[in-house]
């Protein structure tokens, strides 16, 4: 799935950005919410959408800036299933949010993700004092063992963002085609590493405050 790509959204973007400023005004605080998913579901789209809609006290902060790096991933023997749950650097992340939460008078800077070279980039996400919505998004918020599950605790709401298995799957081939593999390459490492992936994720469904359902248009 290109960047550029569009997607519809069930509940609708406004009905969605409308639950966060309404979440965002009933604290006196700053608050995260985050935003769990399958790879391909849309996940990364609907935070930067949601940031955008909500406007400039929001900010999208995305967990794959704390995937480990491929040096790091060949060393551990891991780097054939990049994105499976021990290949990110999860304590990090858990400590991120938490100086999101009580670092308020500074700015706060995270990793982001950059697909073209599939390595994680310092501090190239900024929070800043005025922003008091904190939208992250990533795999396995949902995941019910730690440190993951204290995530929980740092969030105002956690929701899941769903789209249909076979939707999921032309979105991954296509964006993984589109950073540098082939057809082959694309297809086998959508169904077997996000696949497998995905069977671990869909499992923490249940535990979402909220379920946004995704299509391409």
Known sequence: MSSTAEISYNPPIGALAARIRSLASANDGRIILGIAGSPGSGKSTLARSLATQVGAIAVAVPMDGFH???????????????????????????????????????EVYAPSFDRAIGEPIAAEVVIKPDHKVIITEGNYLLLDAAPWNRISTLTREIWFCEAPAEERRHRLIQRHQQHGRTLAEATSWADQVDAANAEVIQATRERADLIVHTASV
């Open 68 to 106: 480990l790096a491929n040096i790091s991933l060949t060393a551990l023997g891991r780097r054939n299933r990049k994105g499976a749950v021990d290949t990110f650097d999860a304590w990090g992340y858990v400590a991120l949010l938490n100086r999101i939460l009580q670092e308020r008078a500074h």
